[in-house]
């Protein structure tokens, strides 16, 4: 049954993706690109992204526990510290290099475009990177 | 500054899917709907991790790509996309995102629309951090490089 919810919001998020142009590199960049030809498009997405999900998670986060699961998995972490300044501000330099970010690649593998894949290949292969391969005790054998 | 391809109700439909979406992972699964965690989730356990969400995870991914196709299929051709940038920056780009969203903790859907949405500090502050960088590196790429 989670698997089955956890499809079906994926392919509703994928739609969302899809529909507002955000799997286009092209759309993001123009987004990014302030001082010259300025696409506004993402802001109003993430505008209309932050309304639903500001008003939604507080009607769902005021239940007991989720429909499928026993109890909600949410961050614990408040500190702002250097691995989060550092790892987001990589990010945006990738994104902005590619004008891809993780949803809008995945969705985007679908369309058959050999760029996309050679980003979702090192995508991989950076969170690989970062998160180790080897299980923690053959790391330390 | 020249306002050009603003798509604002296509942007606003797709946006509430998008929340609609991170609300729902929320009510039925409990889960952030970030997509760089549930991705990096889906390796995890190549370490002999997290084993046990590996479905909904799975199935959550095989939806995204899913979506695309059943656009194309409606309307009868496949979503045009382009990338204008040369294949080395969608390589280096990829391998920066990659590492970045696993040092950072998440990306646009983690922290742009779950962690501000749930008006979590360290979302904020990483969504400012990585808006800054990208216009930044749009905006020197486009000085220098004639992008």
């Known amino acids: 049954m989670r698997a089955l919810s956890a499809l079906l919001v994926g392919v509703l998020f994928g739609l969302g993706l899809t529909v507002s142009q955000m799997i286009d590199p092209a759309k993001i960049i123009a ?24 008003i939604g998670y507080r009607v769902a986060l005021a239940r007991e526990k989720p429909a499928f699961e026993p109890s909600f998995q949410l961050p614990t972490r408040t500190v702002i510290d250097r691995p989060l300044l550092v790892g987001s501000a990589m990010f945006g330099v990738g994104w902005s290099m590619s004008g891809l970010c993780p949803g809008p690649a995945i969705s985007g ?4 475009k050999g760029e996309i894949y050679v980003f979702l290949i090192a995508l991989f292969a950076g969170m690989l990177l970062k998160d180790g391969f080897a299980r923690p005790a053959a790391k330390s054998a | ?10 942007a606003a439909i797709g946006g509430a899917l998008i929340g609609l979406a991170a609300v729902l992972l929320m009510a039925l699964n409990g889960r952030i709907a970030g ?12 370490r002999g991790e997290g084993r046990a969400d590996l479905s909904w995870r799975l199935a959550f991914v095989a939806g995204l790509v899913l979506a695309p ?19 080395w920056m969608m390589g280096l780009g990829g391998l920066l995102v990659g590492y970045g969203t696993r040092l950072g903790s998440g990306c646009t ?27 930044a590196t749009v905006f020197v790429a486009d000085q220098l490089m004639g992008f």
């Open chain 2, 109 to 135: 859907s983690g922290h742009g629309v779950c962690g501000v949405a749930r008006l979590s500090k360290r979302s904020f502050a990483a969504t400012a951090m990585f808006m800054a960088t990208a216009i």
């Open chain 2, 1 to 10: 500054m020249e306002i050009t391809g603003f798509t604002p109700v296509s």
């Open chain 2, 69 to 87: 196709l059943i656009v194309s299929a409606i309307r009868g051709e496949i979503v045009a996309v382009s990338t204008p940038h040369p294949l």
């Open chain 1, 109 to 112: 593998a679908a369309l058959g």
């Open chain 1, 31 to 54: 987004f990014l690109d302030v001082t010259g030809a300025w696409d506004p498009s993402l802001l109003v997405v993430m505008a209309s992204a932050l309304a639903v999900s500001f």
């Open chain 2, 35 to 46: 997509v760089s965690g549930i991705v990096a989730g889906i390796m995890a356990p190549l």
